[in-house]
């Protein structure tokens, strides 16, 4: 498989069905923001990287999730942006902005819902795609830059010092160090 760019760059990548979609930002050393968006179809016996539909507003490192059959795009430095990709349509739309940044976060579906959590400003949004609809949670009480989970009906993000659940129905985060065995997040325990 050949490599996104050999210029190094920053890409996002989430899949969309058993295909990779990689949103990617300016090839250089110093990243700008960018409309650019790649696939690649792993069930080919010789798989490339193709260029896909541009989205329609330029961002540097977003989140981006797949939640029911379509991709979306989040924010990235300094934006607020919401996009989605419809595969089906080839083409993305502009949705209600975030209500805030998130730098350094990570998304993670939950029921019938997208949440934003964590980052720089330690952040928990939940989107509702089905009403475009975004709602201000409680924050968690670390900074994390780390990928969260959907764990139990509920949501854990964690790094090398702490751990924390989010419980959507109460709209609470409570600590739990216990999954996190010597410091290690790699080793993190899902009981």
Same mark, same amino acid.
Not at 1 to 4: A, C, F, G, V
Not at 61 to 77: D, H, M, R, S, T
Not at 146 to 162: C, D, P, S, V, Y
Not at 166 to 191: A, K, T
């Given at each position: 498989?050949?490599?996104?760019s050999e210029n190094g760059g920053s890409r996002t990548v989430e899949t969309l069905g058993s295909n990779p979609v990689c949103i990617?930002?300016?090839?250089?050393?110093?990243?700008?923001?960018?409309?650019?968006?790649?696939?690649?179809?792993?069930?080919?016996?010789?798989?490339?990287?193709?260029?896909?539909?541009?989205?329609?507003?330029?961002?540097?490192?977003?989140?981006?999730?797949?939640?029911?059959?379509?991709?979306?795009?989040?924010?990235?430095?300094?934006?607020r942006v919401t996009q989605e990709f419809d595969p089906a349509l080839n083409e993305w739309r502009m949705y209600s902005q975030m209500?805030?940044?998130?730098?350094?976060?990570? %998304?993670? !579906?939950?029921?019938? @819902?997208?949440?934003?959590?964590? *980052?720089?400003?330690?952040?928990?949004?939940? /989107? &509702? $795609?089905?009403?475009?609809?975004?709602?201000?949670?409680?924050?968690?009480?670390?900074?994390?830059? %780390?990928? !969260?989970?959907?764990? @139990?009906?509920?949501?854990?993000? *964690?790094?090398?010092?702490?751990?924390?659940? /989010? &419980? $959507?129905?109460?709209?609470?985060?409570?600590?739990?160090?216990?999954?996190?065995?010597?410091?290690?997040?790699?080793?993190?325990?899902?009981?």
């Open positions: 498989m050949r490599p996104i990617t930002n300016a090839l250089s050393d110093q990243p700008s923001k960018s409309k650019s968006v790649q696939s690649i179809n792993l069930k080919e016996s010789n798989p490339e990287w193709k260029s896909e539909q541009e989205m329609l507003h330029e961002v540097l490192n977003p989140l981006i999730i797949q939640f029911a059959n379509k991709v979306y795009a989040f924010g990235g430095w300094e934006t209500p805030w940044c998130c730098y350094g976060g990570s %998304t993670v !579906a939950l029921g019938d @819902k997208i949440y934003v959590v964590g *980052g720089s400003q330690r952040v928990c949004y939940s /989107y &509702d $795609p089905k009403n475009d609809e975004w709602e201000v949670l409680s924050k968690p009480s670390h900074q994390y830059y %780390t990928n !969260a989970t959907a764990w @139990k009906g509920k949501i854990l993000l *964690g790094n090398t010092e702490h751990v924390e659940e /989010y &419980d $959507p129905v109460d709209d609470c985060w409570s600590n739990r160090i216990e999954l996190l065995p010597d410091g290690d997040i790699r080793r993190m325990l899902f009981q």
